[in-house]
């Protein structure tokens, strides 16, 4: 439900790589509506093959994917939606969720900012070991979380060689996630500026605009689209984050503790309905978030339509 | 845009510090920290029993859900894009849910599903440990793997058309026969970036795996679980930074694959 609109959301965990660098809000190659319509004859597979795989998969993907979701949400329900408000309401899990909103949306902020701060200087600027930073922006992607968690706390950590400590501090888990999601706005920008008419930028700057005044007036517009779709998706990854905060959040009940971490805790004490009940939460929050994101692309496609 | 040279250099620093701070100087710090005692002891702990069974255990992992994605992935690219049937769109929808879901709710959805006093719970009665078992982890992995060469294999499929195809078949080609002849050539460079996509993401899954596994070293633990219980439970620093510094080398290596394959899928 969120990939083919907005690009890329990599995955939600360890080697996510981004399945391609797509600009965010294009379309895949080609829509299903766009085919041109053919014989309903043998194609692919054959004419009696064809049902038959379409109930193997529909089959294999209920049983994969439909099936635990649903056990979870009727395991959430179990004891009636008093009981589902009551478990979501507790305290220590509304305070989990809070922390995990809170520095999903700082993460998304900082990474609206420096991704795009980011993604033009690779864009516009020229430097030695250009490419290599190129590549740096991908690693976060490839590295599995827990692994990110070990390299951070190397450096912040209680070892660390410079003397800064952010283990088991909210400034630690937002430098965790800011870590997790650093390729989202940059590689979502990044084609779009390549592609931006830079006669605009120029005409805007012979007619005497500053460069911020340029910037703001010209530029940003054409940005602001893939700026918000890789914000959106950071801040989706980010709340479900759990490998890259284990280590370094230091998973203290309603200063540092994620709902992923909540949810983990309450499976140890074999509380399933409560870790069900917020494992619902946290995924009506980002279903909302990306199908916020996909009206929000659907809006702007039908837009260049009627323009064009 | 036209910005002044000091503008641009304050952008530049602004934009390399933070990369250098966020991402440079701590992977060249674990590295550092792995290998200052001497590639022997970087060697000699990557290569206790518990992080061979660690790693012997991902890679059978690998081996089990490899295969599986690319049969169902490959059959439910080719049901997205040429079947027509009722509920296609659902099916769309469906192949991403992995995506939006946390890592540890898949876990907890697969305990509820999966595990004693959960639906399928009788599953254990006849001997078949899923949860805290291999077939858990491979189940958590193929779940959050599902979506690669689903998404990997669909574009081509629609870019390839079918006219091929039906020469094929009315040259008088059985539907195996244009399938492995025809459709399979056409794929395989999407199938490959899909494999390799999720065997990325089958060696460094951590969340939905730790839920699932029983992590007893040696037995049940994968490597990043092996990460994770070296620095938590056995207090051995160096032992996770090895361990990592290993997980690391193999996520490159995939990232090098896939530049690779992308410089072949684009002069194809």
Do not use: C
């Amino acid at each position: 439900m969120t990939t083919t609109v907005t690009g890329g959301r990599g995955g939600t965990d360890v080697s996510a790589l981004p399945p391609s660098p797509q600009p965010p809000g294009a379309t895949p190659p080609a829509a299903p509506s766009s085919e041109p319509v053919r014989p309903a004859g043998r194609s692919g597979l054959g004419r009696v093959g064809r049902p038959l795989g379409v109930g193997v998969v529909g089959l294999w993907l209920s049983v994969m994917v439909l099936l635990p979701l649903a056990a979870l949400t009727v395991t959430s329900f179990e004891d009636g939606w008093g009981g589902f408000w009551e478990a979501v309401t507790a305290p220590v899990a509304l305070a989990s969720l809070r922390v995990t909103i809170v520095a999903a949306v700082v993460v998304a902020l900082v990474n609206a900012v420096m991704g795009t701060l980011i993604a033009w200087v690779l864009v516009r600027d020229d430097f030695p070991g250009k490419r290599i930073v190129n590549a740096l922006i991908d690693l976060p992607f490839a590295l599995p979380t827990i692994v990110a968690s070990i390299v951070l706390l190397s450096l912040y950590g209680p070892n660390s060689p410079v003397g800064i400590h952010l283990n088991a501090t909210q400034p630690g888990l937002v430098l965790a996630l800011a870590f997790v999601t650093l390729p989202f706005v940059v590689r979502s920008v990044q084609p779009v500026l390549i592609e931006a008419d830079r006669e605009v930028e120029e005409a805007s700057a012979s007619l005497g605009a500053s460069s911020w005044t340029t910037f703001r007036r010209v530029v940003l517009p054409t940005l602001t689209p893939a700026i918000i779709s890789g914000t959106g998706l950071a801040f989706a990854r980010a709340i479900g984050e759990y490998g890259s905060v284990v280590l370094i959040g230091g998973n203290i009940p309603r200063e540092t503790q994620v709902a992923s971490q909540y949810i983990q805790q309450q499976i140890e004490i074999d509380r399933p309905v409560n870790a069900a009940a917020v494992s619902v939460a946290l995924l009506a929050i980002a279903f909302a978030t990306l199908a916020v994101l996909r009206w929000y692309a659907g809006r702007g496609l039908r837009r260049e339509e009627d323009s064009a | 845009m036209t910005t002044t040279t000091p503008a641009r250099l304050g952008l530049r620093t602004v934009a390399l510090g933070y990369l250098v701070l966020l991402v440079a100087v701590p992977i060249a710090l674990i590295l550092w920290r792995s290998f200052e005692p001497g590639v022997g002891a970087f060697v000699e702990s990557v290569r206790t029993p518990a992080a061979l069974a660690a790693l012997n255990l991902s890679l059978l992992i690998v081996a089990i859900v490899v295969p599986l994605n690319v049969v169902f992935g490959v059959g439910t690219a080719l049901a997205l894009v040429r079947g027509r049937f009722p509920g296609k769109g659902l099916l769309q929808a469906v192949v991403d849910l992995p995506f939006a879901v946390s890592p540890i709710v898949v876990g907890v959805a697969l305990i509820l599903l999966w595990g004693s006093g959960g639906w399928f719970g009788g599953v254990e009665g006849l001997g078949l440990q899923v949860i805290f078992g291999l077939p858990g982890m491979v189940i958590a992995t193929l779940f959050v793997t599902l979506p690669f060469v689903v998404r990997e294999v669909e574009p081509v499929l629609h870019e390839i058309g079918t006219e091929q195809e039906q020469a094929a078949s009315t040259l008088g080609a059985s539907s195996w026969q244009t399938f492995w002849r025809i459709t399979l050539p056409a794929i395989r460079w999407g199938l490959t970036y899909g494999v390799v996509l999720t065997i990325a993401r089958a060696l460094g899954e951590f969340g939905a795996v730790i839920m699932v596994s029983s992590g007893f070293p040696g037995v049940s633990q994968t490597l990043t679980l092996l990460v994770h219980s070296r620095y938590i439970d056995d207090h051995n620093a160096y032992g996770a930074y090895a361990a990592a510094t290993l997980l690391m080398g193999l996520a490159v290596a995939t990232l090098l694959g896939m530049t690779l394959l992308d410089r072949k899928r684009s002069t194809r």
